[in-house]
């Protein structure tokens, strides 16, 4: 069934929008939206999985391990199993949309 990455997008979003758009086994793709959200203080990721991060639209600022990352419109990167990271900050003035690859 043909979709559209940019639909079903609420102009309202008080909490991150995860939408998985395909997944088996061992693949998960998913679809972030954010407006201006961040990981809670003091909370990091640590996932048994390999995940890869394209930024479709808007910026967001990351710390993977001790590394601060900015990512733009286009930016991409894999964050390895285990790899403690977090979200800093996203747009308040566009929704950042990523797509996130889980393997």
Same mark, same amino acid.
């Given at each position: ?39 809670? !203080? *003091? %909370? ?6 390999? +995940?890869? /991060?394209? =930024?479709? !639209? *808007? %910026? ?6 001790? +590394?601060? /990352?900015? =990512?733009?419109? *286009? ?29």
């Amino acid at each position: 069934m043909k979709r559209n990455l940019f639909e079903e997008i609420p102009a309202d979003l008080p909490e991150e929008l995860f939408t998985v758009l395909a997944e088996n086994e061992n693949v998960k793709i998913e679809r972030i939206v954010s407006a201006g959200h961040a990981s809670p !203080s *003091g %909370f990091w990721y640590d996932q048994d999985q390999n +995940e890869w /991060v394209l =930024l479709v !639209s *808007g %910026f967001a600022v990351l710390t993977v391990g001790d +590394e601060r /990352v900015e =990512l733009n419109t *286009g930016d991409h990167l894999l964050i390895p199993a285990h790899q403690r990271h977090r979200v800093e900050s996203t747009s308040t003035t566009e929704k950042t949309i990523w797509i996130a690859v889980f393997y």
